[in-house]
């Protein structure tokens, strides 16, 4: 009978978390990344999520000499902040439309595999004797994901929990590809409508990645100092009903949580 009991109770366990819509017992997720390792990040984001608490994900470029003259501080950041791989070159396909600053040495389209695989193990290697971390995320410059006609991260998702792409799109609560998920590029965008798309996110149970580069500043792709204040106050403020992890966290929730996870247990 307390067997019966129990297998009963599993039962109705594993089919709640399998159509479950929360995302850590909130409505929604919102992940803050932050790209190519700026001065800014340290100096103003990272400043900003810290007086209100909340986790930012910087995807780093590891030959970036804001990377390597600010080592310290980055080290610091990692105690409450994620490190996370954005190569060790920021390699291009220089061959596509508006590529014109992508330089010949970088082209993604003259790499080999091999070469993309040493330079995101090396730069893994990096950020390791950084913040003594093993797992990592990844996220794909300019959002290429091959080289000619092959997906360059498939022999190496051992090496990565997940990996963000540029794609703009809510990313559902039953996402099982963990390696290209989507976020949307803030470039410009005013702090109504960056909610929005919180808002959005409240509404369908979603997550929302959002892409910063520049932050008040230091790059083409940029959001105002005060328009970035305005989104972490608001998530700060509705704290109860949104998830605010960082990248590595959300995606090992959706890892952990997946259909294919829950009917193994
Ligand atoms: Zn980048």
Request: charged share 25%; hydrophobic share 40%.
């Amino acid at each position: 009978m307390i067997r019966k009991f129990t297998f009963a109770a599993l039962l109705c366990l594993c089919s709640l978390s399998v159509f479950s819509q929360d995302w850590n017992k909130k409505k929604c997720a919102v992940v803050l990344t932050y790209d190519d390792a700026l001065n800014v990040h340290l100096d103003k984001a990272i400043p900003a999520l810290d007086s209100l608490q909340l986790k930012g994900t910087f995807f780093l470029t590891a030959a970036s000499p804001t990377f390597n003259e600010r080592f310290s501080e980055w080290e610091a950041a990692a105690k409450r902040h994620e490190l996370a791989n954005h190569t060790l070159f920021h390699p291009c396909n220089g061959q596509l439309p508006g590529r014109s600053f992508v330089t010949a040495d970088y082209d993604l389209a003259t790499y080999s595999v091999r070469r993309i695989t040493d330079e995101l193990r090396m730069t893994n290697k990096v950020l390791e004797a950084v913040d003594g971390k093993k797992e990592r995320t990844f996220a794909y410059p300019c959002g290429d994901m091959k080289i000619g006609d092959t997906f360059y991260l498939e022999g190496m998702k051992g090496d990565f929990v997940a990996a963000r792409g540029v794609q703009g799109e809510m990313v559902p609560r039953n996402t099982s590809d963990l390696y290209t998920i989507g976020s949307i590029m803030i470039n410009g965008q005013s702090g109504d409508e960056m909610i929005k798309l919180v808002k959005e996110a409240l509404r369908t149970n979603s997550m929302v990645v959002f892409l910063f580069h520049g932050v008040g500043g230091e790059h083409d792709l940029n959001v105002s100092l005060e328009a970035h204040r305005q989104l972490l106050r608001y998530l700060k403020k509705h704290e109860k009903e949104i998830w605010n992890p960082t990248f590595i966290e959300a995606a090992k929730y959706l890892k952990e949580t997946s259909t294919a996870a829950v009917k193994k247990k």
